[in-house]
């Protein structure tokens, strides 16, 4: 496979020029950065001298379909929408890992404050979560990549939707990041000084991942009722990794192994999720470089609620590896391809 990655300086397309190093099937053909073209790759990040010797692009759809079969559009959300269309009319196959495709128009735009892609784009558009639409994902030509809270809530979470064991409006999911979340761009929220020493909580109720989330459970829900979620995002002051944290009231009486049940399951056939057993809770540094998404859980008999927790790592499960594993999927190959890796403990 050829492939294009659009927006390589970025953090996420940085690891997705990373992760497609280990990829038997792949090779990069094009790599761009608008404000960066002409500069070498290994030069704006020597880290990749002797591992990538590609120069910075323009990106150009026409060029780009003359050298790749699938482009990795790894740019801002709101520029992803003025790329992605002629991308496809050149009969490229795209996996965006921004927003834009993520939502229907109207949400999109009141959520991103952004315009929104056009109707006939967005139609084509498969939401890119293999473990919940892999047989979608297969025979798209357009994938919205997930978000990375919406990662690993959604994974989190679906299963005790799809099967009615909880009540979804009752639905709390507490959240916290590491900076690189945020993305390469500076603001003073992410300065050093302000966020090291610190823990802080913010968009708090206004997450525009929160309709993302919202869309996929109200889709499996069986009541077909729209699920409507309190969530709150943290920054922590460490560089990658995403936990999640939520809490829904249980349908029934149900015990933790009547739940981890149900989960071993629902994931039987997802090579990245990995189901903790009871008493034993994932955290971020057991996922950090690789593509698992790693799940415990617990129910409280005295409040007859459920807490789940959820681990991945942002850049990767949470983005450019998902992103592979829907290449993948693309492609015909085993969605393991290339992600085989193990995590990067210390």
């Not at 009319?89 to 965006?96: E, H, K, L, N, T």
């Not at 919406?150 to 590491?178: F, M, N, R, W």
């Not at 029934?252 to 903790?276: C, I, K, M, Q, W």
């Amino acid at each position: 496979m050829q492939i294009a990655i659009l927006g390589a300086t970025g953090y996420t397309g940085l690891e997705v020029v990373r992760l497609l190093q280990h990829h038997e099937q792949a090779e990069v053909t094009y790599v761009s950065s608008d404000s960066q073209a002409g500069a070498h790759l290994a030069d704006v990040y020597p880290h990749l001298r002797g591992v990538l010797a590609h120069t910075l692009e323009v990106a150009d759809p026409v060029e780009i379909a003359k050298r790749a079969d699938y482009a990795l559009v790894a740019l801002p959300s709101g520029v992803s929408t003025n790329v992605v269309p002629g991308l496809l009319a050149a009969g490229v196959r795209v996996i965006d890992l921004a927003g834009d495709h993520r939502l229907p128009s109207a949400v999109y735009a009141a959520w991103y404050q952004k315009t929104p892609p056009s109707s006939s784009v967005l139609a084509s558009a498969i939401y890119g979560l293999p473990e919940l639409y892999a047989d979608q994902i297969a025979d798209a030509k357009l994938i919205a990549n997930p978000g990375c809270y919406p990662t690993a809530t959604l994974l989190s979470l679906l299963p005790l939707v799809k099967h009615g064991l909880i009540d979804p409006q009752s639905l709390i999911i507490d959240a916290k990041s590491g900076l690189s979340g945020a993305g390469k761009a500076l603001s003073a929220g992410t300065h050093f000084v302000e966020v090291h020493e610190n823990f802080k909580a913010y968009k708090v109720g206004e997450h525009q991942h929160i309709p993302e989330i919202e869309q996929v459970l109200t889709d499996v829900n069986p009541s077909g009722e729209p699920v409507t979620i309190s969530f709150t995002t943290h920054l922590v002051p460490m560089i990658r990794g995403i936990l999640t944290t939520s809490y829904a009231k249980l349908t029934g009486s149900y015990s933790t192994e009547d739940l981890l049940a149900v989960y071993r399951e629902f994931y039987r056939n997802a090579p990245f999720v990995r189901l903790h057993a009871a008493g034993h809770w994932p955290q971020t540094r057991d996922v950090t470089a690789s593509n698992y998404c790693d799940i415990g859980l617990r129910v409280d008999p005295r409040t007859q609620r459920v807490t789940v927790i959820g681990a991945i790592d942002n850049l990767v499960k949470g983005a450019g590896g998902q992103a592979i594993q829907n290449l993948n999927l693309l492609a015909g190959l085993a969605q393991t391809t290339g992600l085989t890796t193990a995590p990067v403990y210390l």
